[in-house]
Nanobody, 122 residues
Framework: QVQLVESGGGLWQPGGSLRLSCAASGFTFSTYAMSWHRQAPGKERELVAVITSTSGSTNYADSVKGRFTISRDNAKNTVYLQMNSLRPEDTAVYYC???????????????WGQGTQVTVSS
């Protein structure tokens, strides 16, 4: 059974840092592209960052470039999102996604986590 379990969310102050984790099971993690998405209240879900399965190449939304870093540990079947210089507009539910073989191609093998709430407020 495929599972993606996000953790690390909570209430954080502007300018602060946090790291989200997504633990994967039930599929061959190292062969999947992994990505983080977020959905703020009243808005559509948007892509935040992607990391490929092979080269580990990354891509980011313009709004988070230079502040967020996506990484993966294939030995631990975990993908991370390091979030620095937090802003109130980063407030959203953050979702982990796994897609085979590439995020940018349609696929039957497309899995989502349940999401973790990140609130940035003073």
């Amino acid at each position: 059974q495929v599972q993606l379990v996000e953790s690390g969310g909570g209430l954080w102050q502007p300018g602060g840092s946090l790291r989200l984790s997504c633990a994967a099971s039930g599929f061959t993690f190292s062969t999947y592209a992994m990505s983080w998405h977020r959905q703020a209240p009243g808005k559509e879900r948007e892509l935040v960052a992607v990391i490929t399965s092979t080269s580990g190449s990354t891509n980011y939304a313009d709004s988070v470039k230079g502040r967020f870093t996506i990484s993966r540990d294939n030995a631990k079947n975990t993908v991370y999102l390091q979030m620095n210089s937090l802003r109130p507009e980063d407030t959203a539910v953050y979702y982990c996604n796994a897609r085979w073989p590439s995020y940018y191609s349609s696929s039957t093998y497309d899995y989502w986590g349940q999401g973790t709430q990140v609130t940035v407020s003073s």
